[in-house]
């Protein structure tokens, strides 16, 4: 092997052995270096390799849908077996809205439908604190514009809407531990002058 191979590879190896740096700038995004950053641009940690938390990390929107969406977020009030809920997700879908949906499907939140969407109505859509009931595109689009979302979708390739919450939280009980069952009593062999394992 000459020695410009050998000092190529010497070269790598080096270079894989330096720490690298995880940097997460002032508006959330993640990247990774081998050199440690200015102070300005953001914090920074040493790591060996990007976690996968990170990669499968979802997309950060874009300016245009940030803004509205922390002002005003989205709450979507379903029931199942819906069509106008079926038709008002679709409208948000194509719009590209980033929502959160929660679904009365269970009699506990059936009975909290009322309490909290203020009327029998399905579907209910929160925009910030205002209340629209029942499904109506016309509303529904003027209340997103004047809140501030694109009438076109802008959400990121690979945005992933979250599922469907219950919309009241779920309380498992807990279930006491079973008290503790004596084991059965253990067989006692028959005496060795009984014939055939006869007891009495």
Not at 97 to 117: H, N, T, Y
Not at 165 to 180: N, W
Request: charged share 20%; with cysteine.
């Amino acid at each position: 092997m000459n020695r410009a191979v050998i000092a190529s590879l010497l070269m790598l190896a080096a270079a894989s052995g330096q720490a690298q740096f995880k940097v997460v700038g002032p508006d959330g995004r993640i990247t990774y270096t081998d050199r440690p950053p200015p102070a300005a641009e953001g914090r920074a940690a040493p790591v060996k390799a990007p976690p996968a938390a990170d990669r499968a990390a979802p997309p950060v929107l874009p300016p245009v849908l940030r803004e509205p969406a922390t002002r005003f977020p989205v709450t979507l009030y379903t029931a199942p077996e819906c069509a106008p809920c079926d038709a008002g997700r679709d409208l948000l879908r194509q719009r590209g809205v980033p929502f959160q949906e929660r679904m009365a499907s269970s009699v506990g939140d059936r009975e909290a439908w009322v309490r909290i969407v203020g009327s029998a109505d399905a579907p209910a859509l929160a925009i910030g604190g205002q209340w629209l009931r029942g499904y109506a595109a016309g509303a529904w689009h003027s209340y997103l514009d004047t809140a501030g979302y694109p009438r076109e979708s802008m959400l990121p390739t690979g945005y992933v809407a979250p599922p469907a919450a219950p919309l009241v939280e779920r309380v498992t009980p807990k279930i006491p531990e079973a008290a503790a069952t004596p084991p059965p009593p253990a067989e006692v062999p028959p005496p060795a002058d009984q014939p055939g394992g006869i007891r009495f």
